[in-house]
């Protein structure tokens, strides 16, 4: 395949929760609208620009194989949206039947990328909450009253296994990057009864520290997180990489510049997610920015 950034589009969904700072840092959407969510890198995207646009990226990984994902995996393993809330969310919760409570079942790393004064997620249940109160709280859209609270400002992560309800709390911007489970369900509202099967009661939230390492292209926070690698990059000047034989997606979170791989250059901006098909081997970064960085 032709070795060069690829761009795709992204889908934008509002929210009664949802808030501005999706369209106000990332161009999301349209101004004055409540953007909620966002899907960044999904099988269904499609490319924005190029020799591959219109191309979803799992058309992509089924005409290049290897070429594209990587010799070790055949498809996406991962999903990447952002999520914005004026208002806290609704919970929602990932069921994960076969191994709720491992790291090789559903996952998800929530990415904090902005969050007001005493912000935070909830996530997980206190102990001894009994079904009839989870139930009642949840049919009201009260679940929160009887989760954990965990403050959060930026640059926190936090890692969310399957089988634990979760929610955004008001002022708080985060990128969520998902395997495994599909499905997200509703933990409150009409659909409660049903979902509370897939609650784990002993699941807590894990926060992650990372490895800070200061190199000659910047400096790259690293964590990771069953099968995912995720790197937090710093963008000084000029930061060269290498794919490491798998598809490598780029959330770019802050900053401008140029990427280049394949010797195609593209231009980013804050909000722009681009891949670096796993052949390409080398790529390259200049300007300054704050990059996350999966493979």
């Known amino acids: ?26 161009r999301k959407g349209e101004e004055g609208k ?62 994960d039947e076969r191994e709720a409570k491992g790291m090789r079942g559903h996952y998800e790393l929530a990415v904090v990328l902005r969050a007001e004064v005493n912000a935070g997620l909830y996530a997980g249940l206190r102990k001894g909450i009994a079904k009839a109160e989870y139930l009642e709280l949840a049919a009201e859209n009260q679940l929160a009253r009887v989760m954990n609270f965990l403050p959060a400002v930026r640059g926190d992560v936090f890692f969310l296994p399957g089988g634990l309800p979760a929610a955004v709390g008001g002022g708080v911007t985060v990128m969520a990057v998902s395997g495994g489970a599909e499905e ?47 790197e937090e990059i710093g963008l000084e000047d000029r930061w060269e990489g290498a794919t490491e034989d798998k598809l490598v ?23 722009d997610v681009f891949l670096i098909p796993a052949e390409a081997g080398r790529f390259r970064m200049e300007g300054k920015a704050l990059v996350y960085l999966f493979r």
């Open 249 to 271: 997606s780029l959330f770019f979170a802050e900053g401008e510049g140029r990427l280049e791989a394949g010797g195609e250059e593209a231009a980013f901006l804050p909000g």
């Open 184 to 230: 997200r369900y509703d933990a409150e509202g009409s659909e409660a009864e049903k979902n509370y099967a897939y609650v784990e009661k002993d699941l807590r939230a894990m926060k992650f520290v990372g490895r800070f390492e200061q190199n000659p292209f910047g400096r790259v926070r690293r964590f990771s997180c069953g099968p995912l690698n995720a």
């Open 34 to 95: 409540r953007i909620g969510e966002t899907t960044e890198l999904s099988p269904a995207l499609r490319v924005a620009a190029g020799e591959f646009q219109g191309l979803t990226v799992s058309q992509l990984a089924s005409r290049y194989g290897e070429e594209f994902t990587g010799g070790e995996q055949k498809g996406i393993p991962y999903r990447i949206r952002l999520l914005d809330a004026m208002h806290r969310t609704p919970a929602f919760i990932y069921p």
């Open 1 to 26: 395949m032709k070795i060069c950034p690829i761009k795709v589009t992204p889908t934008v969904t509002e929210q009664p929760w949802g808030g501005g700072r999706l369209h106000a840092l990332y």
